[in-house]
C-alpha cells in the first residue's frame, strides 16, 4: 500500500513574502559581503618588484633576502620566514658542495 503525502498548495501571497523575504536576506548577505575587508587575489600579487625579486633569491640569494626584508616589500610574515628557511639550506647546501666534494 503506497501512501502519498500531500503537500499544502502554497497561495500567491505566501510564495511573494518567501520572495521578499529571501530578497532582504540576499540584500543583507551582500552588504555584510561588501563591509568584509577584501583579500590581494593571486594576480594583485604576482607584481614586477615581485618578479625581479624572485629572480634575485634564485640568482643573488643575499640581495634577495635584503628584498625580501626591505620595508617597501609586499611580502608578509610567513612568506619572509620561508624564503629565509629555503635561503639558509640553499647556502648550507652549496658551501657543503665546495667544501666535500
Given at each position: 500500500m503506497?501512501?502519498?503525502?500531500?503537500?499544502?498548495?502554497?497561495?500567491l501571497a505566501e510564495?511573494?513574502?518567501?520572495?521578499?523575504?529571501?530578497?532582504?536576506?540576499?540584500?543583507?548577505?551582500?552588504?555584510q559581503l561588501a563591509a568584509m575587508p577584501r583579500t590581494?587575489?593571486?594576480?594583485?600579487?604576482?607584481?614586477?618588484w615581485r618578479m625581479i625579486t624572485y629572480v634575485c633569491l634564485i640568482?643573488?640569494?643575499?640581495?634577495g633576502l635584503y628584498r625580501v626584508w626591505s620595508?617597501?616589500?609586499?611580502f608578509v610574515l610567513p612568506e619572509r620566514v620561508v624564503w629565509t628557511f629555503m635561503i639558509i639550506?640553499?647556502?648550507?647546501?652549496?658551501?657543503?658542495?665546495?667544501?666535500?666534494?
Open positions: 503506497s501512501s502519498k503525502i500531500s503537500k499544502k498548495k502554497k497561495s510564495k511573494e513574502a518567501e520572495r521578499a523575504e529571501l530578497r532582504e536576506k540576499n540584500k543583507q548577505l551582500s552588504d590581494a587575489s593571486m594576480l594583485e600579487r604576482f607584481t614586477k640568482l643573488l640569494p643575499p640581495y620595508k617597501e616589500s609586499t639550506v640553499y647556502l648550507v647546501q652549496l658551501s657543503r658542495l665546495m667544501l666535500f666534494s
